[in-house]
């Protein structure tokens, strides 16, 4: 069997485009085969000290939409800025790519299996658990539920446990008029 050949990386976004999600809004679909492998893009964005990182992290929190990546133990990277086309790349609790940390310089999300053209670019965002963690509509038949990342699933599951014992009993019942 022949060697498959990576591809390079991308110089811009010529392995992906925004198209309508079925996941979340605006999402990222693949414009060719990407073989596994294969590094899609580059998640770009505003260099900053870890402090303002935690800072814009809640801030982004509180809107919904959180776009910080750690880079090391002393800087993030926010990836709110309009050219980081990454920033649409959506979570999944079977994705297609992961994200890579290249020496705290780079980061680079990179196909961890075959991607078809068409196909929408995935990624495990690996947030830690945030209660209540943000609801997962990713559809995979592993879904977590809730968007918290594979390195968190302990946590998770000993949350939802917690959340099904205070659960309240249903008091509302449908009556008939009289």
């Given at each position: 069997m022949a060697k498959?050949?990576?591809?390079?990386k991308p110089e811009g976004w010529e392995y992906v485009r925004i198209g309508r999600s079925r996941l979340h809004g605006r999402g990222l679909f693949a414009v060719r085969d990407l073989p596994k492998g294969t590094i899609v893009m580059e998640y770009l964005g505003e260099r900053v000290s870890k402090k303002e990182g935690n800072r814009r992290t809640d801030e982004?929190?509180?809107?919904?939409?959180?776009?910080?990546?750690?880079?090391?133990?002393?800087?993030?990277?926010?990836?709110?800025?309009?050219?980081n086309v990454a920033r649409l790349a959506n979570f999944s609790c079977d994705p297609n790519c992961e994200s890579e940390?290249?020496?705290?310089r780079h980061i680079w999300i990179k196909a961890i299996r075959d991607i078809k053209a068409g196909e929408e670019?995935?990624?495990d965002y690996n947030f830690p658990l945030v209660e209540p963690p943000p609801v997962c509509k990713c559809g995979a038949?592993?879904?977590?539920?809730?968007?918290?990342?594979?390195?968190?699933?302990?946590e998770l599951k000993a949350w939802i446990a917690k959340q099904a014992q205070h659960k309240p009993e249903?008091?509302?019942?449908?009556?008939t008029k009289s």
């Open positions: 498959r050949q990576r591809l390079p982004q929190w509180a809107k919904g939409q959180v776009y910080t990546f750690e880079l090391s133990r002393r800087v993030d990277l926010d990836g709110s800025v309009p050219s940390n290249e020496d705290g670019i995935t990624y038949k592993a879904c977590r539920g809730y968007i918290v990342g594979e390195d968190h699933k302990k249903r008091q509302a019942k449908r009556r």
